[in-house]
């Protein structure tokens, strides 16, 4: 079996994780932007499973699990708070949210 | 395959197990009581916690190791950040308890969570491992985004928690990124490296000593993003945008304790890093570090001039504030990091005063927080402007004040490492910031009062009032007899970089 | 600083930034948007979406606090598998340690079922 370089998770690593802050920066929705959050965290992730490998030890592994669970109880009050303020008012725009000045 | 299963020491970390504990007990209690009545009980019990803390804290005053598996380091520094969160807390606890008893939000949801944020803020004090760094982070600020958002019915309050979320989300994505390229660069994401866990484990400080000079520049990439991510929590200018939003949204003894604690928790993870563990790369993080101070001082005073609500005002000043920190930090000697805990320390008090004269002025729901409403504050009532005076100035340094005392602590120890020129931009800063502060004073003293406006004050509690004359106290003492204070945080510091 | 050695990670910072502005670009302009009928009812797997629910509420609020506290109390088992992995080896140590874990979510569980959030009814 051939062995898959480390840099190419690296690339997609950074790929993934440029996409999400580009996508943050650039989408109005709240949701989506959360989701694009959730594929920041998660190229973080594969960054951190990719350097395991290079370094030979286990800690990076370790670390996802963290990050995993951080994630999911980001989403739990993320998603609590965009719900709030849903069932109030009809739009999730970030941008037509604006009682406060942006 | 033998584990090594590291010893548990509890003392290192008492003060967050007894909040932890604290805010446990708060919410079932609650939830099996259940409704209705005086809820008394709760800020009494918040109280007895903080109190353990606190006395649990001082407990592990002078020791000096890292525990926990080298997670957790014990040391003066991280006592000291510890303690004064737990005044700040306790500050906090008591204005509370007269706010959403007015408001008739008090629930026990909001004594939890300001439990849990408070060790979550102790943990970034004395985390001795990034992954700790970033755990600690998370917890304070996933209670904060609810915390923010209390006030359930106010649009307002909503639409700050959702951008407060986002952001804050987004920035502790790089945090994380700056995480793992720590690890990419030296398979660790230990700060000092131990002894303990076999030859293999290496941390931060340690690479730094054996890696050959070439081979940082991830490890320099790294320092950037830790940086970004940590400058978001503190506000640093240009990651600045939730501050005036969540601000201005949140009930204002959230916001003070905020503008207080979540300062000084973040700024202590910084220094720490910055000061301690990556003081070899010095060279290469003070640019950044200096561009992101000169932004922070500058962009904070001239921006809070144009700002009519006193709460977004107050916001944009405690990111000018972040920003004197920030001289200290880069001073990077002895000076400079006891100064910037002092700084610190005593800037915490004097805006949770600050921000309790507005949760009380400001009256049921906070309705009148602009500069307007304040119009002759003093005729209708003098002590509650005086107070509200003693706090501005003292926010802008006038002598006399305990402000004067944290900006000369600050600039000097900047002007020891020779940044002479970055003092002169902070003073002219401050000096821009004066206007400000000098014109919610006019409002207060020089104008009418409105005609048909709502009484100032209404309905707020005893414990209130102690919080302001409290935090006006210290402000005052502490400008005239300081020494006590920076001596402490001068020892604070001796045991420092400690570690393994 | 050996600048050459990570020249590949500026390159692909600045290659992955055109890409993803690139991408997002073109779908906004290629993309046609045609909205039919059916493209707008939510996707449940088939089975035609209930009729008579409100019209803004296409879910009751309460599956969200279930969906909610599903995942998170779901999310921490996943410590347990490390310890159930290495639990030979971690012995009594481990057993205390998942003993104040578990501890920590039966305390939460409880908080929760107090607060009244397993209720499914009204």
Do not use: C
């Not at chain 2, 002092?342 to 309790?356: N, S």
């Not at chain 2, 402007?385 to 003693?390: E, I, P, V």
């Not at chain 3, 939510?42 to 995942?71: D, H, Q, T």
């Amino acid at each position: 079996m051939t062995e898959v370089s480390p840099g190419y998770f690296l690339a997609l690593a950074g790929l993934l994780f440029t996409i999400g802050v580009v996508g943050v920066l650039v989408r109005r929705n709240a949701i989506v932007i959360f989701m694009f959050i959730e594929l920041m965290l998660n190229a973080v992730n594969l960054f951190f499973v990719t350097f395991a490998r290079m370094q030979g030890n286990l800690q990076g592994q370790v670390l996802v699990f963290f990050v995993l669970v951080v994630a999911a109880a980001e989403v739990v009050v993320g998603l609590a708070l965009i719900l709030l303020i849903a069932r109030r008012r009809a739009s999730l725009d970030v941008d037509k949210v604006r009682l406060l000045k942006w | 395959m033998g584990l090594n299963t590291p010893e548990i020491e509890l003392l290192g970390i008492a003060p967050e197990i007894a909040l932890v504990v604290g805010a446990l007990f708060i919410l079932i209690v609650d939830a099996i009581i259940g409704e209705g009545g005086n809820k008394w009980h709760l800020w009494i019990l918040s109280t007895i916690a903080l109190g353990v803390s606190i006395f649990l804290a001082v407990q592990a005053w002078g020791s000096n190791e890292l525990q926990m598996g080298d997670m957790i380091a014990v040391d003066g520094f991280a006592a000291f950040v510890k303690i004064t969160l737990a005044v700040f807390a306790l500050l906090t606890v008591w204005l509370s308890r007269s706010y959403l008893h007015r408001d008739g939000i008090e629930e026990s949801e909001f004594y939890g969570l300001l439990l849990f944020a408070v060790a979550g803020m102790m943990l970034m004090a004395s985390a001795a491992d990034l992954i700790m760094v970033f755990l600690a982070l998370e917890t304070f600020s996933l209670a904060l985004y609810v915390l923010v958002g209390f006030r359930r019915t106010s649009l307002t309050g909503q639409e700050s928690a959702m951008k407060y979320f986002l952001l804050g989300a987004f920035s502790s994505t790089f945090l994380l990124l700056g995480i793992a390229f720590v690890y990419g660069a030296i398979g660790s994401t230990q700060m000092y490296g131990s002894s303990a866990a076999g030859a293999g484990a290496q941390g931060i400080a340690t690479a730094l000593v054996s890696l050959p000079a070439g081979e940082f520049t991830l490890l320099v990439i790294a320092t950037g993003l830790l940086v970004v991510g940590l400058g978001f929590k503190v506000a640093a200018v240009p990651f600045h945008m939730w501050t005036p939003d969540a601000y201005q949204g949140a009930p204002s003894p959230v916001t003070g304790f905020m503008a207080a604690a979540t300062k000084l928790a973040g700024f202590a993870a910084l220094i720490r890093l910055l000061d301690a563990i990556l003081f070899p790369l010095r060279g290469d993080w003070r640019p950044l570090v200096i561009g992101i101070a000169v932004l922070t001082m500058v962009v904070g005073s001239v921006l809070a001039v144009v700002q009519e609500d006193l709460k977004r005002l107050l916001a944009y000043s405690s990111i000018a504030h972040a920003g004197f920190v920030f001289t200290g930090i880069i001073a990077s000697n002895d000076r400079g990091v006891s100064g910037s805990l002092f700084y610190l320390a005593t800037y915490g008090i004097t805006v949770l005063g600050a921000f309790a004269v507005i949760a009380v002025l400001g009256g049921r729901d906070e309705r009148r927080t602009t500069v307007d409403d304040f119009r002759g504050l003093f005729y209708e009532s003098p002590l509650l402007a005086g107070a509200l005076t003693l706090f501005l100035l003292s926010l802008a340094g006038v002598p006399a004040t305990v402000g004067f005392v944290g900006k000369l602590v600050v600039f000097g120890a900047a002007v020891e490492a020779g940044y002479s020129w970055l003092v002169v931009v902070g003073v002219l800063a401050s000096a821009v910031a004066a206007f400000f502060y000098l014109k919610v004073l006019v409002v207060m003293y020089m104008q009418e009062r409105q005609e048909g406006a709502e009484p100032a004050t209404s309905g707020y509690g005893g414990l209130a009032t102690g919080v302001i004359g409290l935090a006006a106290l210290a402000t005052v003492a502490l400008g005239l007899y300081w020494s006590p204070l920076i001596d402490f945080a001068e020892r604070a510091t001796f045991f420092f970089s400690a570690g393994g | 600083m050996s600048l050459p050695a990570y020249l590949p990670i500026l390159f692909l910072l600045v290659l992955s930034t055109l890409f993803a502005v690139a991408s997002i670009w073109v779908s906004s302009k290629l993309g046609p948007r045609k909205w039919t009928v059916a493209k707008l009812q939510p996707y449940e797997s088939g089975i035609v979406p209930e009729e008579g629910v409100a019209e803004n509420e296409r879910f009751p609020v309460k599956f969200y606090l279930v969906a909610m506290l599903f995942i998170i109390f779901d999310i921490e088992t996943v410590f347990l598998y490390p310890w159930a992995v290495a639990y030979e080896e971690l012995a009594l140590f481990g057993l205390i340690e998942m003993g104040v874990f578990v501890g920590l979510l039966v305390a939460v569980y409880v908080y929760v079922w107090k607060r009244g959030g397993l209720e499914w009814a009204e």
